[in-house]
């Protein structure tokens, strides 16, 4: 069984950059992908990376997010850039099903 733990959020200014990890255990990761859930909002997929390194975008994140993977450290990463002021989100990963136990997630609030 696979279990992740995510790690790299934290304040961030607007238009700034920030580097999320996802370090996975149990297994080798296959197709994984990078969730966010807002306050009283359902949680949203926003990236996805496929074990060839085939990758998908929200609309919203196309061009300012890059998903990335290193399968010798059996992590997912998330490169987020020009980050836009707006209500902190916790970003989670998983598989693009949500198949694996989801960890605690990492939360990334952006200040104007």
């Known amino acids: 069984q696979v279990h992740v733990v995510e790690s790299g959020g934290g304040l961030v200014q607007a238009g700034g950059s920030l580097r999320l990890s996802c370090a996975a255990s149990?297994?080798?990761?296959?197709?994984m992908s990078w969730f966010r859930q807002a306050p009283g909002q359902v949680r949203e997929k926003v990236a996805t990376?496929?074990?060839?390194?085939?990758?998908e975008y929200v609309g919203a994140v196309e061009g300012r997010f890059t998903i990335s993977r290193d399968d010798a450290k059996n992590t997912v990463y998330l490169q987020m850039n020009s980050l836009k002021p707006e209500a902190p989100a916790v970003y989670y990963c998983?598989?693009?099903?949500?198949?694996?136990?989801w960890g605690q997630g990492t939360q990334v609030p952006v200040s104007s």
């Open positions: 998983n598989d693009p099903w949500g198949w694996v136990s």
């Open positions: 149990g297994a080798a990761v296959l197709d």
């Open positions: 990376i496929s074990r060839g390194g085939r990758t």
